[in-house]
């Protein structure tokens, strides 16, 4: 009979692995923020009114075609952080598939979601919450 | 560190052969005392409450060993305290018997009502700390455990807390947690890095230094591996750092990685989306997939899975608002575990395999942890009254859960029994602290 934890014990104090940073990444291309289309609560279908900005995001790319465009999928701070990742996801996603369906290029978009990681508001309220579910649009390049 | 208990019955030829074949694995001293154990644990009645022990001071000469004495004191003390197992009793002056022998006074012990003593003595042997420690049932007088425990004095801590996890198995019959380590995030630095901290707060390390967002960081249950999610690449990624030469493998696929759970050391869960939707799927530690386990439109996120691997809670959108799920890994089949209240995440599975713990986001807007049977029975509410409570997390011996509370400001994490008793802070530290996970053997 053994003691795997005990054995461990002596060891587990001693390390010290510190991770080494990453080297300082390039700097970014030139950007422009577009504006943000914004979302119900727990919801990644578009409004009607998203429409508008959708198409003004297109129009910038048919203007810059050598840009791409940064897709960001946000959440309000309420519901959890790990389920707000995947529904700022498709947040973002819902938008990209829009400017696909009226010919804007796959290849020259990107989502990330940032979940409830990077609120626009900093407010503890619906007026807050309700800036913070959106999609972001970031032109990158020209 | 190393510690030797009583071989009543053994060669030291045979010992010696033993610990060769073992190659430095140590032999468990306990089993010369299994039957005592057995006795102590049999005429202990179930749910009797704390056990009163009498604490002795640790006995030592020389300045040197006088002061490691106090240290062992304080640290078997604060060991014995944080379990919750026990009620300390003030040792009774006359504990000790006159003369050379200086025998347990077993009368003076009992009067006081202690039902356990544990004592011993602390000296130098080759420069290193040599701890005797002896536990006693005061009421039949009789031995329970006889172990010395030998490290540097930088081991201190870790001799005294050897100690209290051998005392509480013993006691017990289960393994303890003292050893153990639990993971977080916190936003000291201004940006999410991941940091780890002993079972009691004591001890926190930063991990990372990515200056980016890293998330959901969660040991794998042999604590060779850390799997977490971090934006480095511009995205949330799953990388897994081996611990023993620090590579890190990494998930290349496009779109999220959300919330890695370990269904056994080789096999790490976590949900990706390069195939359009938000799905679980198993990963190994080299960032390879094995296999896809869901397939539901909607969001499917955060596995953990039962100790044998063998099923996986994890929340699922697929009805609407999350609930949460439990999916057959052999068949595929899936049962929807969570039916009262209309918001439940963060599933976290017990290592008793029994229980699921989980946060319920309630009407009156607080966020409360429960715990429900694996087969849907026997839910009950752990918090409530204190804001937002979140991301439960097991100790590895079902015990205790570390959480994450705002109860007072900003995220903490805190510590309460497996029944929500004794709810407390865990650790101070500066900035926000989240998403702790409680590793199983480091």
């Known amino acids: 009979m053994f003691i795997p934890g005990m054995l461990l014990l002596g060891a587990c104090c001693c390390e010290k692995d510190v991770v080494v940073a990453p080297p300082p990444p390039p700097p970014p291309p030139p950007q422009v923020e577009l504006g943000d289309i914004f979302f119900d609560f727990d919801k990644s279908e578009l409004r009607a009114e998203a429409v508008q900005q959708l198409q003004k995001n297109f129009d910038w790319m048919k203007q810059n075609p050598a840009g791409t465009l940064i897709i960001e999928g946000h959440c309000d701070e309420r519901g959890t952080n790990e389920y707000n990742m995947a529904l700022g996801e498709r947040r973002a996603n819902a938008a990209k598939d829009y400017m696909i369906n009226i010919g804007a290029d796959p290849a020259k978009m990107q989502t990330v979601s940032y979940g409830e990681e990077r609120p626009f508001a900093l407010g503890h309220d619906e007026a807050a919450w309700q800036q913070n579910r959106r999609a972001h649009f970031v032109g990158q390049g020209r | ?442």
């Not at chain 2, 750092?241 to 919330?259: E, F, H, P, R």
């Not at chain 2, 899936?334 to 039916?339: D, E, H, M, Q």
Request: aromatic share 8%; charged share 20%.
């Open chain 2, 1 to 442: 560190m190393n510690s030797h208990g009583t071989m009543i019955g053994f060669s030291k030829v045979i010992i010696s052969a033993a610990l060769l074949l073992l190659a430095g694995i140590l032999l468990n001293p306990l089993a010369a005392i299994a039957v005592e154990q057995g006795e102590y644990i049999a005429i202990r009645k179930q749910g009797t409450g704390k056990i009163a022990i009498v604490l002795d001071r640790t006995s030592a000469k020389g300045k040197t060993e006088s002061a490691w004495a106090q240290s062992l004191d304080a640290i078997v003390k604060d060991g014995l305290v944080f379990s919750d197992l026990f009620s300390i009793l003030p040792p009774p002056s006359n504990i000790r018997a006159e003369g050379k022998d200086k025998a347990v006074n077993f009368s003076a012990l009992s009067s006081v009502g202690s039902e356990v003593y544990a004592g011993g003595s602390v000296s130098k042997k080759s420069g290193k700390v040599h701890l005797d420690m002896e536990v006693y049932d005061t009421f039949g007088s009789k031995l329970l455990l006889k172990k010395s425990y030998t490290g540097s004095e930088a081991e201190l801590r870790s001799m005294g807390h050897a100690f209290c996890a051998d005392l509480i198995e013993m006691l017990t019959g289960k393994k303890s947690y003292f050893g153990s380590k639990i993971v977080f995030v916190s936003s000291k630095t201004g940006n999410k890095e991941i940091y780890q901290c002993d079972f009691d707060g004591q001890g926190v390390q930063q991990l990372t230094n990515f200056r980016s967002i890293s998330l959901t960081p969660v040991f794998s249950p042999d604590g060779r591996y850390l799997a977490y999610t971090s934006y480095t690449s511009g995205r949330p990624t799953l990388y897994v750092k081996n611990l023993a030469d620090n590579t890190i493998a990494s998930v290349v696929k496009n779109g999220v990685s959300v919330d890695p759970g370990w269904r056994n050391t080789g096999e790490v869960a976590t949900t990706l989306s390069f195939e359009g939707d938000q799905e679980i799927y198993l990963v190994r530690p080299d960032g390879s997939i094995t296999r896809r386990i869901t397939s539901s439109r909607g969001i499917d996120v955060s596995p953990t899975f039962s100790p044998d691997g063998s099923r996986m809670a994890f929340v699922s959108a697929r009805n609407g608002l999350p609930q949460i799920f439990i999916q057959d890994m052999q068949t595929g089949a899936v049962k929807r575990l969570t039916y009262s209240g209309r918001y439940n995440t963060q599933p976290s599975w017990s290592p008793g395999g029994d229980k699921i713990a989980y946060t319920t986001w309630e009407k009156s807007g607080e966020i409360n942890i429960f715990v429900i049977n694996a087969d849907g029975s026997g839910l009950k509410r752990l918090t409530s009254g204190a804001r937002e409570n979140e991301s439960p997390s097991w100790s590895p011996d079902g015990s205790m859960i570390v959480f994450t509370s705002n109860r007072q400001g900003g995220k903490r994490l805190y510590v309460m029994g497996s029944n929500g008793e004794n709810q407390r802070r865990l650790l101070q530290m500066e900035g926000e602290q989240m998403q702790p996970s409680w590793s199983l053997f480091r």
